[in-house]
């Protein structure tokens, strides 16, 4: 896969530090691919030390521009870092890094710039997710890496292929299809798809192929299969399939589970005690898409902050006649008799401060939360290119022209917290839906954790 000698096996990329040099590192000494997360990875300061993403700057484009020097920077030193770890094998051709970006973070386009320029030689490609990014080939193929756009639906990668891809075809390592019901992190379901009804992803990938051979893709260039991939051996009628052509699998939450994982101890250890059900398809991420987490306290929290929902009208117009008299002040807001009496009871029980939402709708919060809200949106920094939360967009106006909604949060605080030994329960905690497997699956009875060697020569058993 993109000239390289590789086990058909790979390690997703996972933001913002779950896969760093020494996951991706390990990965690539042992035959396979690894990825590095280049959304706001860490970098050192000279003795080692991970030097603490804090950002100085008063206004919000500035704090963007330190964004995107942090990102750069971490992004270049994770890349080095794991080349050196693995330069054994990947010097002879064998084993490769990539580097993984979310399209839709801020800055994207010059982050890549920036790392690509500063590590030629030493990655394979880019994998890169979430929106369209039509722009991807052509920065690809101007650093001579490859690129591996992840989608969930043939027609996105027709659409991609036809505006874009086709200009820069053999830099085109391989095509990702991440089945947007099962993976971890963010998903791509689009409004054709039905979230509470998952697709099997054996036909969705051979409509994949078929796109691909339509638009003069070889077979041997390969579909990588995300999501819901824990043993092989569930797979083999997808192995050596002429209907598929070259498959390869990428794997992202089972191997948050070795040695060389950078996820704190806590996160590691709450894996092993995962069940069905715990993870969570949810609409809460600040980037619009569906995301797949645990369902922790965090989530939680979430959940019920959105159902303390109340629809208003500035009029008294329909069902809406009745005054609120609670968590606005002297405002005037119209609602339901229903919404009236549920919104008394909410503040009777201490969510006493009503916040809009962008969609003429109240939550009800704790002040605690509301200073807590406001101030996560006062600190924003734009690391997304619009966000729902914050209402930033990395545009002329540095706005998305809707107001900020506080059903949703700041993704960026909560994904290096957690990454940096935070709170488990009280972060966001990204996990794919096979999670629950961790305490079925004997290999780890005990509570054994497998260096990334033992876990890579376990699949290839088949296990
Ligand atoms: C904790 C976590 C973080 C992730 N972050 C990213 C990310 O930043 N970018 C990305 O393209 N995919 C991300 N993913 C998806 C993985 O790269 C991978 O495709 C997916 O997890 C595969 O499905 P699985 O979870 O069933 O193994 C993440 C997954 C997890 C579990």
């Given at each position: 896969m993109g000239g390289r000698e590789v086990w058909p096996l790979v390690e997703g990329g996972k933001g913002v530090a779950a896969t760093n040099h020494l996951s991706s590192g390990a990965w690539a000494l042992a035959g396979g691919v690894g990825t590095i997360s280049a959304v706001n990875a860490d970098s050192y300061d000279p003795t080692g030390r991970i030097i603490p993403q804090i950002y100085r700057a008063l206004s919000r484009r500035d704090r963007h521009e330190e964004l995107i020097s942090y990102a750069i920077d971490g992004a270049v030193s994770q890349v080095q870092r794991a080349y050196d770890m693995a330069a054994s094998e990947l010097s002879r051709g064998i084993g490769a890094l990539n580097i993984n970006v979310l399209w839709e973070m801020g800055?994207?386009?010059r982050v890549l710039h920036g790392v690509l320029e500063r590590t030629r030689g030493l990655v394979n490609g880019v994998t890169c997710g979430a929106g369209m990014p039509y722009k991807l080939s052509e920065i690809a193929g101007q650093y001579g890496v490859h690129y591996y756009p992840i989608i969930s639906s043939a027609r996105a990668f027709r659409a991609l292929w036809k505006r874009a891809y086709s200009r820069a075809a053999e830099w085109l390592g391989a095509v990702v299809y991440e089945d947007p019901w099962l993976a971890g992190g963010h998903n791509g379901l689009s409004n054709a798809e039905d979230p509470r009804v998952p697709q099997d992803p054996y036909p969705r990938v051979k409509e994949l192929r078929a796109v691909m051979r339509e638009s003069g893709i070889p077979d041997s260039t390969p579909i990588v299969m995300a999501g819901g991939v824990w043993r092989l051996d569930e797979w083999t009628d997808w192995i050596d399939n002429p209907e598929l052509g070259q498959i390869v699998f990428q794997f992202g939450t089972r191997p948050l589970l070795t040695q060389e994982s950078p996820i704190p101890e806590a996160w590691k250890q709450r894996l092993l005690t995962l069940e069905k059900g715990d993870i969570l398809l949810h609409k809460f991420s600040p980037t619009g898409f569906y995301s797949s987490a645990v369902r922790n306290a965090f989530l939680r929290h979430l959940e019920a902050r959105s159902e303390?929902?109340?629809?208003?009208?500035?009029?008294?117009t329909g069902d809406h006649q009745f005054l609120l008299d609670v968590g606005v002040g002297r405002k005037n807001?119209?609602?339901?008799?229903?919404d009236l009496l549920r919104a008394r009871q909410w503040h009777g029980l201490g969510f006493t401060e009503a916040l809009k939402t962008p969609?003429?709708?109240l939550v009800f919060v704790a002040p605690e939360d509301k200073a807590a809200i406001r101030q996560d949106q006062a600190d924003c920094m734009g690391c997304l290119s619009q966000c729902g939360f914050s209402s930033w967009a990395d545009n002329a106006?540095?706005?998305?022209?809707?107001?900020?909604?506080?059903?949703?949060?700041?993704?960026?605080k909560t994904l290096q917290d957690i990454v940096h030994g935070g709170d488990t329960e009280q972060n966001l905690m990204f996990g794919?839906?096979?999670?629950?497997?961790?305490?079925?699956?004997?290999?780890?009875?005990?509570?054994?954790v497998p260096t990334?060697?033992?876990?890579?020569d376990r699949i290839l058993t088949g296990a």
């Open positions: 800055g994207a386009q303390r929902q109340v629809a208003f009208s500035a009029t008294a807001y119209y609602v339901t008799r229903d969609d003429n709708t106006t540095n706005s998305t022209g809707r107001l900020a909604d506080p059903r949703s949060f700041c993704i960026q794919g839906h096979s999670a629950y497997r961790f305490a079925k699956d004997p290999f780890y009875s005990n509570g054994f990334v060697r033992q876990l890579v």
